[in-house]
């Protein structure tokens, strides 16, 4: 397999607008030159009509592969009916239905257009209906972009735990204040951090799988207990683990049920759309015939429960459910992480493969990675110079993590495996 990644003239001069348009090249996700026209079940191609096996699948709402006929249809029949109304919408009330029915901690469903807005309204929703001001978090965990999700989640793993570290200019000085930090699968630490702070947490909130860290067979049973006992709420942002997991998420798969939950991402197939999730009588904060006890939290949004978006959702869902899904996704998973592994071993590179069979990642260290801070041991410069072998080599996998669908074929997995071995070889003999 040799290296193929070529652009075309239409392709250089796109670059060239994208870096006088947008700043960095890039619309902000992802900052290489690769730029997308369109994609089909598991393959998305280029501008140059490279054409590359997708695992970053749109950050990993595509478990059903882009463009999925059916997905397409149920889009494609909304749009003749219009596209969004603001006003309460069948579809809306019916992806309200499934997700109750499919969600154990699931009550009632408040809809957002993104996975940083449910993550910043299931933490209004906890302060809200505790009354008390402060999150706890954990170091390394990813909740978004907005202010309070903002905090150590790219640390430096130097800060005195569990003071925040601010991740990104622009945020005012106090919200760090109101934040507090853990290391993620260190149970002990974290329990010493809410029993001395019980009485001002209103949340918790944590990724069951910290990005691809699997938590610890005690981790999450142990938190799920410490913050009933204080009557802390618990918040699981399954926006990553929520129908890709298992259908019933994160919660299903490890057997923890939280007071509130954020799903988005493989639930609306590809659409700009998400929601909190929980227990029925904190859901209530968001109707206004709560105003009168002063805990009314008012959630405008234009696109909330689009039409549009909840269509699609329906028709991932529906696929979803199909007996022998979530078999198949995790068999090409597995799979792909056995070759992954095998690639790196016979180039004699020491690497740790990461995560559960539907999102997987590697880190280039020889040390077990459980916290946040074993990651800081990862050879961030190899972890580059592989992705781009593995560009080179028709992967499309441009930062981290290795997003699986259910249509990647046994040819695109054995093309897949075929790069590892090659792009370990390349890095090997650099
Ligand atoms: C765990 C988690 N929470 C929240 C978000 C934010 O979602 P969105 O990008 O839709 O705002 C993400 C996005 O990757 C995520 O992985």
Known sequence: MTARQSYNDEHRALIESAHRLLPGGSVGNVYDDTILRRGAGSRVHDVSDNEYIDYLLGSGPMLCG???????????????????????????????EQIVAAVPCAEQVRF????????????????????????????????????????????????????????????????????????????????????????????????PMQRVIPPLPRFLPSL????????????????????????????????VVPDLCTIGKVMAGGFPLAAVTGRSDLLACF??????????????????????????????LDLLRRPGTYDRLFDIGRELMAGLRAAFAEADI????????????IFFTDQTITTYRDTLTNDVAAVR????????????????????????????????????????????DE
């Open 385 to 428: 110079r592989f992705n781009r072998h593995l560009l080179d080599r028709g992967i499309f996998r441009p930062d981290s993590k290795f997003y699986v669908s259910v249509v990647h074929s046994p040819t695109d997995v054995e093309q897949t495996i075929a790069a590892f071995a090659d792009a370990a070889r390349a890095l090997r």
């Open 112 to 207: 957002t257009g993104t996975g940083t807005e449910a993550t910043l309204y299931a933490m209004r929703v906890a302060r809200a209906a505790r009354g008390r001001d402060r999150i706890l978090k954990f170091e390394g965990g990813y909740h978004g972009m907005n202010d309070y999700a903002l905090m150590s989640t790219f640390a430096s793993g130097s800060a005195e735990l569990p003071a925040a570290e601010p991740d990104s200019a622009g945020l005012p000085g106090s919200v760090a204040d109101e934040v507090l930090v853990a290391p993620f699968n260190d149970i002990d630490a974290t329990a010493a951090i809410i029993e001395r702070h019980h009485d001002e947490l209103a949340a918790v909130i944590v990724e």
């Open 224 to 255: 799920r207990a410490l913050t009933a006992k204080h009557g802390i709420l618990l918040i699981f942002d399954e926006i990553v683990t929520g129908f890709r997991l298992a259908y019933d998420g994160a919660q299903g798969y490890y057997g």
């Open 350 to 361: 020491p690497v740790q493969v990461m995560g559960e069979p539907p999102v997987f990642d």
């Open 66 to 96: 882009h463009a999925h006929p059916q997905v397409t249809e149920a889009v494609r029949r909304q749009i003749e009916h219009g596209t969004t109304f603001f006003a309460t919408h069948e579809l809306a009330i019916a992806l309200a």
């Open 287 to 316: 109707d206004p015939s709560s105003r009168a006890d002063g805990r009314y939290l008012p959630q405008y949004g234009t696109f909330n429960g689009n039409p549009v978006a909840a269509a699609a959702a329906l028709a991932t």
